[in-house]
């Protein structure tokens, strides 16, 4: 992955718990992966398209989900209040919407995230590509954030007329 999407990453996941949360967020060196066994209980996942493409998934114990979505609403929320699934959407969409907006030179779209539940649920990815993941450590518990990306280029986006050109 490219230096500078890591780096779009690893501001993202800190400044969305510095700002939205009021805590600060260890991140471990980022890690390669080629598993689709979730790290936790409870995922968001982004999708993301145009210049670069992938996606993106924030996985969180329950515990440390209901923590986080806890901070973030201000109110108390467990994982079975209506609400907890948007809250974790919600966080995954600021977390990935934060790295794009620090993309260099990209044109990206993020699709609506998708939350699910459950213990060794599986994210399936690009089999291409491998995921890069940030291990994540907060006051409110671990956390991982697993990213795969893949920036397109003219010759090998799939677009025609990119191709004919």
Avoid: W, Y
Wanted: proline share 5%.
């Amino acid at each position: 992955m490219d230096p500078a999407f890591v780096e779009a990453f690893k501001f993202a996941i800190s400044n969305f718990f510095s700002t939205m949360l009021s805590t600060e967020v260890e991140i471990a060196d980022p890690s390669v992966s080629s598993s689709f066994e979730s790290v936790f209980d409870v995922s968001g996942i982004i999708g993301l398209s145009g210049d670069v493409q992938g996606s993106v998934v924030v996985s969180f114990p329950t515990s440390t989900a209901e923590a986080v979505v806890t901070k973030f609403a201000g109110m108390p929320m467990s994982q079975d209040d209506d609400d907890f699934t948007d809250a974790i959407g919600e966080v995954t969409n600021m977390i990935a919407g934060g790295a794009k907006s620090n993309f260099p030179d990209t044109s990206v779209s993020i699709s609506c995230p998708s939350v699910v539940v459950g213990h060794g649920h599986k994210v399936f990815r690009r089999h291409d590509l491998p995921v890069i993941e940030f291990a994540c450590t907060c006051d409110c518990g671990a956390f991982a954030v697993q990213v795969t990306l893949k920036k397109e280029t003219a010759e090998g986006s799939g677009n025609p007329t990119a191709q004919a050109a």
